[in-house]
């Protein structure tokens, strides 16, 4: 986090955008203390059996309190229920469960301080990954500790759903569970010190659609109760103690922004059409099956992007073919007859799931096992998800899409198990759908480079620009140090797209867009003048990503390109679409 004094007695805290929007209004702290301080003491050999009958005694205590909570869950919220069931499962996750019993009689200390232990533990575990999403994770994990540590030293839990005023919440962390608590009649917005873009808190506070700005850092202690703040969601900030002009100028953006969501949303089911008549294909990027609704509402083509990871990371075993097919049969059917690209298992498997059974450590996961690499060493695994994707390919129109191909040779061995898949599905007697079609992932140099010859063994690529834009300019996108150097507009970046956009067309094979570069407005220009007309983002982005198209022509954005191309740097290209578009544009944040 940052902050600044403009000397005013104003304060301005940035942090990391968790839901776009405006709020003014008070701040309410959610007190949290007493769960921190744990002290250390060592058990009798003779009680060790009756500080672990306490320990679960703790964990059924949570486990009953978090089912209360999944009964009472209010229905805007019921999609995302699977959030708090997957904290359900991790009560009894070997991980933290069983190594805590397990401290506790090797260590002979008090369950507390065997708990505290275990949770450091897997959070260093977790501190090595790059990727956002399967970092966060680690946040899983210490809701749920947190839950069983207050029933082990008896510390109250505040109940968020007792608020009786409208407030801002200001809390070092809001679990799903808190968060599913929320009445919107009584909270306008919140803030939190912890959480990211792609923290489950995250995700339900697009749900509900209220303001958030996360991982402030110590926004709890900057902030007191009553306090005057302004939360700007859309721009990752958060006013303390604002001035009467800070407060007319947020005033105004506020209601511009309800203008603006109000135009844009009533024509967000319109098809996607350029002003010079091109269509183009804005999808839905989705984790969880039930998000295909919020793809659907926000006037989404397609799913674009089904990341297949949550339905591993919420269990403690590998999930069974005829799980997953029931998983993705649900998003296949209720978007057909639209597409649904399904990405096949891109995961960091040693570290993540902790049934896996591997074990070297890896020093750099994001260059490691994972995705294609951690699938084909598991070929059991693969198949089994390969197969619950041509099952449920027949009930609409699915896709099949493998994430960070480096090598021709990776695209010949996943599809030859692809059809190995199909032959035992056969010899089963079970229907599949025979002619799926098959893309991958263009997120790695190589694959950028050798896209000519992959070309020829797929039906279509899609490009990664999270991981590709990382890879390529050397950047660790979790790492804040280097944070401003992470740009999708880079000139080598654009160069990249060019190039397997320019592939994609001679030789006949479709090219769609899934990274965050998708989903800014920003990009479009770019983007159409790159040829770019398959683009696949956030729900909630559909309908500015619509709204800016139908505003720009084609042909004027490909001579706009020319000129882009002639760009050294970043920061040329960013001042040449702002004095080209500025006026159609919104605001760079």
């Not at 990009?523 to 619509?546: A, C, D, F, H, R």
């Given at each position: 986090?940052?902050?600044?004094?403009?000397?005013?007695?104003?304060?301005?805290?940035?942090?990391?955008?968790?839901s776009?929007?405006?709020?003014?209004?008070?701040a309410y702290?959610?007190?949290r203390?007493?769960?921190?301080?744990?002290?250390k003491?060592?058990?009798?050999k003779e009680k060790?059996?009756?500080e672990?009958?306490?320990?679960?005694?703790?964990?059924?205590?949570?486990?009953?309190?978090?089912?209360?909570?999944?009964?009472?869950t209010?229905?805007?919220?019921?999609?995302h229920?699977?959030?708090?069931e997957?904290?359900?499962?991790?009560?009894?996750d070997?991980?933290?469960?069983g190594?805590?019993?397990?401290?506790?009689?090797?260590?002979?200390v008090?369950?507390?301080?065997?708990?505290?232990?275990?949770?450091?533990?897997v959070k260093?575990?977790?501190?090595?990954?790059?990727?956002?999403?399967?970092?966060?994770?680690?946040?899983?994990?210490?809701?749920?500790?947190d839950?069983?540590?207050?029933?082990?030293?008896?510390?109250?839990?505040?109940?968020?759903?007792?608020?009786?005023?409208?407030?801002i919440?200001v809390?070092?962390?809001?679990s799903?569970?808190d968060?599913?608590k929320?009445?919107?009649?009584?909270?306008?917005?919140?803030?939190?010190?912890?959480?990211g873009?792609?923290?489950?808190?995250?995700?339900?506070?697009?749900?509900?659609?209220?303001?958030?700005?996360?991982?402030?850092?110590?926004?709890?202690?900057?902030?007191?109760?009553?306090?005057?703040?302004i939360?700007?969601?859309?721009?990752?900030?958060?006013?303390?103690h604002?001035?009467?002009?800070?407060?007319a100028l947020?005033e105004?953006r506020?209601?511009?922004?309800?203008?603006?969501?109000?135009?844009i949303?009533?024509?967000?089911q319109l098809?996607?059409?350029t002003?010079?008549?091109?269509?183009?294909?804005?999808m839905?990027?989705?984790?969880l099956?039930?998000?295909?609704v919020?793809?659907m509402d926000h006037?989404?083509?397609?799913?674009?992007?089904?990341?297949?990871?949550?339905?591993?990371?919420?269990?403690?075993s590998?999930p069974?073919?005829?799980e997953?097919?029931?998983?993705?049969?649900?998003?296949?059917e209720?978007m057909?007859p639209?597409?649904?690209?399904?990405?096949?298992?891109?995961i960091?498997?040693?570290?993540?799931l902790?049934?896996?059974?591997?074990?070297?450590?890896e020093?750099?996961?994001?260059?490691?096992?994972?995705?294609?690499?951690?699938?084909?060493?598991?070929?059991?695994v693969?198949?089994?998800?390969?197969?619950?994707?041509?099952r449920?390919?027949?009930?609409?129109?699915?896709?099949i899409?493998?994430p960070?191909?480096?090598?021709?040779?990776?695209?010949?061995?996943?599809?030859?198990?692809?059809?190995?898949?199909?032959?035992?599905?056969?010899?089963?007697?079970?229907?599949f759908?025979?002619?799926?079609?098959?893309?991958i992932?263009?997120?790695?140099?190589s694959?950028?480079?050798?896209?000519?010859?992959?070309?020829?063994?797929?039906?279509?690529f899609?490009?990664?620009?999270?991981?590709?834009?990382?890879?390529s300019?050397a950047?660790?996108?979790?790492n804040?140090?280097v944070?401003?150097?992470?740009?999708?507009?880079?000139p080598?970046?654009i160069r990249m797209?060019?190039?397997?956009?320019d592939?994609?067309?001679?030789?006949g094979v479709?090219?769609?867009?899934?990274?965050?570069?998708a989903?800014?407005?920003?990009?479009?220009?770019?983007?159409?003048?790159?040829?770019?007309?398959?683009?696949?983002?956030?729900?909630?982005s559909?309908p500015?990503?619509?709204?800016?198209?139908?505003?720009?022509?084609?042909?004027?954005?490909?001579?706009?390109?020319?000129?882009?191309l002639?760009?050294?740097?970043?920061?040329?290209?960013?001042?040449?679409?702002?004095?080209?578009?500025?006026?159609?544009?919104?605001?760079?944040?």
């Amino acid at each position: 986090m940052s902050m600044a004094d403009t000397g005013t007695g104003e304060k301005i805290l940035t942090g990391i955008s968790g839901s776009p929007g405006i709020c003014i209004g008070k701040a309410y702290i959610v007190d949290r203390e007493g769960v921190n301080v744990i002290e250390k003491y060592y058990i009798r050999k003779e009680k060790l059996q009756d500080e672990i009958r306490r320990f679960k005694a703790a964990v059924k205590t949570g486990k009953d309190e978090l089912a209360a909570v999944i009964k009472s869950t209010p229905a805007e919220l019921r999609l995302h229920v699977d959030i708090l069931e997957t904290h359900m499962a991790l009560y009894k996750d070997k991980m933290l469960y069983g190594r805590t019993i397990e401290t506790i009689e090797r260590e002979m200390v008090n369950a507390e301080w065997a708990l505290k232990k275990v949770v450091s533990e897997v959070k260093a575990m977790f501190q090595n990954i790059s990727d956002p999403y399967i970092k966060g994770r680690a946040t899983d994990i210490a809701h749920v500790s947190d839950r069983i540590m207050r029933n082990l030293i008896g510390a109250g839990e505040f109940d968020i759903a007792a608020i009786d005023k409208r407030v801002i919440l200001v809390a070092h962390d809001l679990s799903p569970a808190d968060t599913s608590k929320i009445k919107l009649e009584r909270v306008k917005g919140f803030v939190t010190d912890l959480g990211g873009k792609t923290s489950h808190t995250g995700i339900i506070a697009r749900t509900l659609g209220i303001p958030s700005v996360l991982g402030l850092d110590n926004a709890t202690s900057q902030i007191k109760s009553d306090d005057l703040i302004i939360v700007d969601g859309r721009a990752g900030i958060v006013v303390v103690h604002p001035t009467d002009k800070t407060i007319a100028l947020y005033e105004d953006r506020l209601q511009q922004y309800e203008e603006y969501k109000a135009v844009i949303t009533r024509s967000s089911q319109l098809p996607a059409e350029t002003a010079d008549g091109v269509q183009l294909q804005v999808m839905g990027n989705i984790e969880l099956p039930e998000e295909v609704v919020s793809v659907m509402d926000h006037g989404g083509d397609g799913v674009g992007l089904f990341r297949t990871e949550f339905l591993y990371l919420r269990r403690t075993s590998f999930p069974s073919q005829e799980e997953l097919y029931e998983q993705y049969k649900e998003v296949v059917e209720l978007m057909a007859p639209k597409p649904v690209v399904i990405r096949t298992l891109d995961i960091n498997g040693d570290k993540a799931l902790s049934y896996a059974n591997n074990s070297d450590d890896e020093v750099n996961p994001a260059l490691g096992l994972r995705a294609i690499r951690f699938c084909l060493r598991k070929p059991n695994v693969f198949k089994e998800q390969l197969k619950a994707i041509l099952r449920a390919a027949l009930h609409g129109n699915a896709k099949i899409m493998f994430p960070m191909i480096s090598s021709v040779e990776e695209v010949v061995e996943a599809k030859r198990l692809l059809e190995i898949s199909a032959e035992e599905l056969d010899k089963e007697g079970i229907r599949f759908q025979k002619n799926i079609k098959t893309g991958i992932m263009i997120e790695v140099p190589s694959a950028v480079i050798m896209a000519d010859v992959l070309a020829k063994e797929v039906d279509f690529f899609s490009i990664g620009t999270n991981d590709l834009v990382q890879y390529s300019l050397a950047i660790d996108r979790g790492n804040r140090k280097v944070a401003y150097l992470y740009n999708t507009l880079h000139p080598a970046v654009i160069r990249m797209v060019k190039h397997v956009v320019d592939v994609g067309k001679e030789q006949g094979v479709s090219v769609l867009m899934c990274g965050e570069m998708a989903g800014d407005p920003y990009n479009m220009p770019v983007l159409l003048g790159l040829g770019m007309n398959e683009l696949s983002m956030v729900p909630q982005s559909i309908p500015g990503i619509k709204d800016i198209a139908k505003k720009l022509k084609t042909e004027d954005s490909k001579l706009f390109l020319l000129e882009v191309l002639k760009q050294p740097t970043t920061s040329d290209v960013l001042n040449l679409i702002q004095n080209t578009y500025g006026n159609l544009l919104p605001e760079k944040k």
